[in-house]
């Protein structure tokens, strides 16, 4: 029974789930800023757009400070994972660690700090955060949680039964890695193009008259990737961008905003993973490494 | 025996040429805006730099304004070069055009408008232009002139011979060819990797730990692209980039300059000749492509 939810990083991801989950658990929000915290403990945590309420949490930057946890949500940025390992190193050693970083690779980034199980998990929520105790709520799209090595399953159905309680989308699965892979393909060609370009995710990624025939043969080249890697995939990563890109309104993928805003991108976990991958299943990912060398560049372009 | 000038576009090349020129011949220039014509009218073009001098030129924005010149020399953008045709459509029609466009297709442009002999040039000089009448001249490097279709070449020695005592570093060659491909393979790698990634042409572009394994990459593609068009190099593009970046001083390539202003840039006349010369000669360039499609993704983005 999870009675008590930390949530590690509370931007726009860890807030929503943060928000939600104070509904129907105990939930304490684990923040970098000291005046993060205090505001979060002062005001609570607004959630507006799709559901409308204002959760209360318990929020420190110490994990000392904060009641041990049943599960621990681990919201940060790829970028924020090693030092948030960090900080959970020794702590709540009786809890279940879930990720929900985009790409591959965070879960052993965890497991080199600790012997929780852990739970991996991929989302596709998206919100906007208005201020440190808001956050608007944009597409309820699903999470889908699998277990990590020799995690039970009925654990992640566990998870999984308290995040539909929070009236959030989700989905239990015994085997993550088909929806990750999935989601690998899909953000390193998507975010990738995005962010050199300078474009959001819009129409001009599925028209084969703009930059359509190259993201098919990006998506192409990953899933020969996910092929020699042994993982069928779940969603046909060409299919996603379609339907995306049909919805409407453009999306402006995280990376674009890091590249606009001059921050480090989750590069490394996202197209270095897709790439390493390739490299080890000794298959060409020519396109792909061409995406992942551009993007260091542009990242080394910020100085 | 060359007499007279039309300088056309006095942008940083056109103005470089101008100012040399007036100094052994009566250079008049051709501009766009009435203003600017009205200064260099009065107060000539100041060269500084490499040279120092002013030259008195005759400006003016529309071509029957000027005294006919033996030698035409284009020297606006490639994006400005249907309209610069189209204003020397019915002028001049005993004088020599030359090109100085990046790329490919300059020629053909100017040939539909007129049957003036053509001569085609690539230049690699380089310089800041600090207002409409002051042109700073940077790298005082080489500009290659060959003849085109069949204009004489004893035409080509002349011109060379003109600029040279104009001080300028000329190189005629019987067939331009083998030189502009190297620059075009040279230009359509370096200016789309800096384009996309921001970076300038720096030591980056040749560090295999970084951009160099990419940047070779796509200039082997080039290469491929030249062998199958029937073209033998001049120069290894990627002996040029290794030189460029060992020069010190890293060169802002005006693909870069133009994204970052949000300007239209030369994507057309540089990537979308090489791809299209791909297509045309039946060869496979994907990385090339690539790039074509990023940048001109880049430009759809500026709305």
Known sequence: MIERVCVVGAGVIGSLFAGHLARVANVSCLVRREDHARALNETGLRVSGRHEFVGRVAAATDPGELEEPDLVLVCTKATGLEDAAGALAGHFPRATVMTTQNGLGAEEILRARGEWPIVSAVTFMSGTKHSDTHVEYILDTETWLGPYEDTPYNRVEEIAGLLARAELEVQA???????????????????????????????????????????????????????????????????????????????????????????????????????????????????QSALYAMIRGREASYS
Request: glycine fraction near 8%.
């Open 173 to 287: 699965l015994p085997d993550l890695r088909p929806a990750q892979w999935s989601k690998l393909i899909f953000n390193a060609t998507v975010n990738g193009v995005a962010a050199l370009t300078g474009l959001p995710h819009d129409v001009h990624f599925a028209d084969p008259e703009h930059l359509g025939g190259l993201v098919e043969e990006l998506m192409t080249e990953g899933k020969r990737v996910a092929g020699a890697a042994g993982v069928e995939l779940r969603d046909d990563p060409w299919e996603m961008n379609v339907l995306a890109t049909q919805r409407g309104s453009a999306h402006f993928p995280s990376m674009l905003e890091d590249v606009e805003a001059g921050r480090p991108t989750e590069v490394e976990l996202i197209n270095g993973a897709l790439v390493r991958a390739a490299e080890r299943a000794e298959v060409d990912a020519p396109l």
